[in-house]
């Protein structure tokens, strides 16, 4: 449900969005995703939301954020808490919802279709929103894994619901080669 002249932008809850494809058992090509909204519209803005280890001598997902800011997506970052919980558990706390959130308001007036890429029910009153302000709303997640990851109620308020297994071809990588052992030959 896109149309060739409307003016789009794409939200990425970067840690829903991972959760999702991992549960899928795929991972995302952001050159593809990228890509594939362009071709079904005029792709204004692509943000990827994510929260951070600041203290960590190596992130795991830096080398992501650091791609992604450098071909074309607009990165919001913040650092992540670390806390120690009840049961003595060390715990991280990064959530990007208000960050999200101000972002497609503000924008809001500028783009005819939002693209949400999180299943977090807690974007409902977001969603609809943008629906008064005229705005059209996509979300993408998968209601094919267990649990599913999309909120009911996220996917009832959305104008579209985009299967996220569905653009599997589209926007995965393909999955990478065992590498040989050369030593043993095998």
């Not at 050159?31 to 909204?37: W, Y």
């Not at 071809?169 to 080669?177: F, K, M, N, Y």
Request: aromatic share 10%; hydrophobic share 40%.
């Amino acid at each position: 449900m896109f149309y060739k002249d409307e003016r789009l932008a794409l939200f990425i809850d970067g840690s829903n969005l991972y959760a999702a494809a991992k549960a899928l058992g795929f991972d995302i090509d952001y050159k593809l995703l990228r890509q594939e909204f362009e071709r079904r519209g005029k792709l204004l803005r692509a943000f990827y939301y994510t929260a951070l280890l600041e203290n960590d001598e190596y992130s795991p997902i830096r080398p992501l954020v650091d791609w992604l800011h450098y071909n074309g997506y607009c990165m919001v970052t913040k650092p992540a808490k670390e806390y120690i919980d009840s049961q003595g558990r060390r715990k991280v706390k990064g959530n990007m919802d208000i960050e999200l959130t101000v972002d497609a308001m503000e924008l809001a007036p500028r783009v005819d279709h939002i693209v949400l890429f999180s299943g977090d029910g807690d974007f409902r009153p977001l969603v609809e929103s943008l629906q008064r302000q005229g705005v059209r709303v996509s979300v993408v997640s998968t209601i094919r894994s267990q649990p599913p990851m999309i909120a009911d109620e996220l996917r009832r308020q959305a104008d579209n619901f985009i299967e996220l297994d569905a653009l599997r071809e589209v926007i995965g990588r393909p999955p990478r080669e065992p590498r040989e052992d050369f030593a043993s030959g095998k």
